[in-house]
């Protein structure tokens, strides 16, 4: 089965600075992933996901990610962060033939002025 | 908006009574599942239903139960409530093609338990 690992629980950045969320998966094969905000109050909103191809993924809003086969990473990353950024975010590992993709615990980010 | 309707958005309840959320799925997606977000569990799967059919079941209850109808809409039955059930409720939908299965998820139907 596989797993998906956000170590970071909170993420505290300055606006304009540059993220990088972390996300680190376990899976045999290569796997589906995703990354989805949730914005207080709200539902999940996908970001971007990979399948296959090329292994920098862009999404909406200006996000990123990164395939790494060799780190079984996929991180989410944006160049300058607006404040309406502050959500949780969340990494998802699907595997091929399945339906049901495995969510990480999230990670919270937070936005300074 | 992602074309996932869910109803109702807020409920509130009391121990023991049973509630029913609805879910329609984006236009064209055969498949809904159900998940549950809490703050001690985070976002855990249900259970999943492909045009009508239940396709997995993850971490549901038996006094939740759920059913996709012929017109792919969905319900999430919880009964005997307890106050462990306060959460959200979200459900998804998805459509398979030739790059995967993406789920989209609804707003949530936010559930209090009192």
């Known amino acids: 089965a596989q797993s998906v690992t956000q170590p970071d629980i909170h993420i505290t950045v300055s606006e304009g600075a540059s993220l990088e969320l972390r996300c680190n998966y376990s899976y045999g094969a290569t796997p589906y992933l995703f990354w989805y905000v949730q914005s207080p109050g709200q539902g999940l909103q996908l970001l971007l996901k990979y399948f296959s191809g090329d292994t920098l993924v862009q999404g909406i809003k200006g996000f990123e990610a990164e395939f790494k086969r060799s780190q079984s990473s996929f991180n989410l990353r944006k160049p300058s962060v607006h404040w309406s950024d502050a959500a949780e975010y969340f990494c998802a590992v699907g595997a091929r033939g399945s339906y049901i993709p495995t969510f990480g615990r999230g990670t919270s980010l937070i936005v300074h002025p | 908006d992602s074309g996932v309707t869910q109803t109702p958005k807020h409920l509130i309840t009391a121990t023991g009574q049973r509630v029913t959320l609805r879910c329609s799925p984006r236009s064209g997606d055969l498949s809904v599942y159900w998940y549950q977000q809490s703050l001690d569990q985070g976002l855990q799967f249900l259970i999943h239903y492909y045009n009508g059919e239940e396709r997995a079941k993850g971490n549901i209850l038996e006094r939740f139960s759920a059913q996709q109808f012929p017109d792919l809409h969905s319900e999430l039955n919880l009964s005997s409530l307890e106050l462990g059930d306060s959460a959200l409720y979200f459900c998804?939908?998805?459509?398979?093609?030739?790059?995967?299965?993406?789920?989209?998820f609804g707003e949530g139907s936010w559930l209090t338990v009192v």
């Open positions: 998804a939908s998805s459509v398979e093609d030739r790059s995967g299965n993406t789920i989209y």
